[in-house]
């Protein structure tokens, strides 16, 4: 039997809905400016092709339903933003998979946070550095339980939220994304081969802003619940 140097980390496990087993994360893509709204509060405009970006898979904070997730206020940041995004979990994988037949390799939909140190990200984007310190940082990705496909028909066309400490910053329709979740697919699997496991943040409208210590953020998208994250 193989040994290891030391314990190797455990296998990050989603719960599902409905479901003892959990489904296990491998990869966390993210596509940036995906919808028109928030693309021209980040200063740009049109239809660009989608482009990704990567969290590390122990970025991820599990929120099983009905608890509140605790983010660790980062390091380094003086303007932690929130996201809102739908995430699409990958049950089937493929590489060069066609728009056409990307939804049936989709296992189910989950709410996340893409948590966002703007200050760093805007100066790394300003500089032509990669965006990682301001999106792949340690707690980065909370993620609520997914929910199978077959349950939630209405996503492509579902609101999304987030509220914090009651207030509400982002509100929109998943029917409002740029590139729909079968066009995200389609691109990623051309430049990356797919695998079960994989998640997918799909992008976050307008809306975005800072959360300092104490605030509670409440987002979800109608079908999945409600993802509840304090910030330490
Ligand atoms: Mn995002």
């Given at each position: 039997m193989r040994t290891f140097t030391f314990d190797p980390p455990a296998p990050v496990g989603i719960p599902v809905v409905g479901q003892e087993a959990f489904f296990p994360a491998r990869r966390v893509y993210c596509v940036g400016r995906n919808y028109a709204e928030h693309a021209r509060e980040m200063g740009f405009t049109g239809r660009e092709p989608p482009f990704f970006f990567l969290k590390p898979v122990d970025a991820i904070v599990v929120v099983p339903n009905g608890e509140t997730g605790t983010l660790p206020y980062p390091p380094l940041t003086h303007n932690l933003h929130h996201e809102i995004e739908l995430v699409v979990a990958i049950g089937k994988g493929g590489k060069n998979i066609a728009a056409a037949d990307a939804m049936g390799h989709v296992f189910g939909y989950a709410v996340g946070l893409d948590m966002t140190r703007r200050d760093l990200q805007l100066a790394q984007r300003d500089l032509g550095r990669p965006w990682d310190i301001g999106k792949g940082f340690d707690h980065s990705a909370p993620i609520g339980p997914i929910t199978p496909g077959a349950q939630v028909?209405?996503?492509?066309t579902a609101p999304i939220w987030v509220n914090v400490n009651g207030q509400v910053r982002q509100k929109s329709s998943v029917?409002?994304?740029?590139?729909?979740l079968a066009e995200v697919i389609e691109h990623i699997s051309a430049a990356w081969e797919l695998q079960p496991g994989d998640l997918i943040m799909s992008g976050t409208p307008e809306g975005v802003g800072p959360v300092v210590a104490s605030d509670l953020m409440i987002g979800g998208v109608e079908g999945l619940g409600e993802l509840r994250v304090k910030v330490a």
């Open positions: 028909p209405g996503i492509e029917a409002s994304l740029i590139w729909n």
